[in-house]
């Protein structure tokens, strides 16, 4: 058996984790064509002379070290248009799987303002390959709120098991969706007359001394079966440029959805280097107001929000203190209530599946000869589905 060669091993993931970061482009280097090379030999030329002058004078490799600079950037570029193929374009619907369709639309479109786009059954072999699950048989609400979108999955045959009773936030199974309102007094008055189940003792408005969330307002909720949602509210110059439009909606749209993880840097290495995302902001909040808000004595997190080009972002909470967040049980199904699901739309679903199994990722999905959509876990088990542009652009 060949063994592994280490100096290529680390070449390779160097380039990949390079370029999937989005980088300041030398500008002596001319725009990409449409296939994905460099047009001009002459520019290309010009730049590596411009490498040259800062590297120390070799006697007698001077043609040796032009062709491996020149197939050192020739591999960059390969690289970085497989890259950008295989990462996700777009954050799309973000899923709650629930036992009663029902009593959550109701919640949905009463107690919130969400719109009711679409209802639909849907059964098959397909079905049960994606969700990795036998005799599936769902019923799926779609529904909107401004730009962003949210699915409500039921099953009908099997029901999966609520979500557990003593759920904290600092589990690592958390997540929620963060709805944008322009009025959190408002807001809250509307929320307060539904009689919805708090998580947080009240509004909070975290401090002054934080400059990256300072003047920011936010409230933890529950629906019927017990997701977590959060309404938040963003001051001048915080948060995306659209929540600051002139409007008479107190609810717009959906930010982001939140997701504990256990360790900051990993979920990076997944959700970064690996499907692309960038990084759009970080903090660290701690302080009565947090511990207000999660309801959880001696809160400490840090946050770092992730971005694709469009839809909404995913923003990791990563508590430092206090330790003990429970990992997601081994025996998660589908169709249990706190399997959330998470579109992300990628050119290739083959390419980015080929790219995760080769990193070991956990699928939901059983293996199919061809799919348009696939489930992945991330590293603290957050489901994914993969899906390919023409599918999810509905979405």
Known sequence: MQKP???????????????????V??????????????ESDPALNAFLESVNQHRPERRGFGPFWALTARAMIALSFVLLTLSAQAGVRKVGA?????????????FFTNTLPFELVSISEASGKELDALLGLKNVKLRVAE????????????????????????SRSYD??????????TDMDKAYERLRQHHVKYVSTEPQTLPAWNKGAAGIKAFYFRDPENHVLEIIFFPSGKGDPKWQAITTNVFLGIDHTAIVVSDTERSLEFYRDILGMR???ESENYGVEQEHLNQVFGARLRITALR?????????????TPPGGRALPADAKANDLIFWNTHLLVDDVATVSSTLRAQGVRFVSKPAKTSPSLIVRDPDGHALELDQESRADVR
């Open 308 to 320: 694709a080009g469009h839809g909404p972002g995913i923003e990791f909470l990563e508590y430092l």
């Open 279 to 281: 990084v759009a902001g």
């Open 172 to 181: 690592h199974w958390f997540q929620h969706i963060a709805i944008v309102v």
């Open 94 to 106: 973000i899923g709650l799987t629930v036992n009663d369709l029902g009593s959550e639309l109701n």
């Open 25 to 38: 482009i030398p500008p002596a280097i001319p725009p990409a064509t449409n296939s994905g090379w460099r």
């Open 5 to 23: 060669n280490v100096f290529l091993d680390v070449s390779v993931k160097r380039f990949i984790r390079t370029n999937r970061i989005p980088a």
């Open 143 to 166: 529904l909107k709120l401004g730009d962003e979108h949210i699915t409500l999955t039921e099953h009908l045959g099997y029901k999966g098991r609520p979500i557990p009773a003593d």
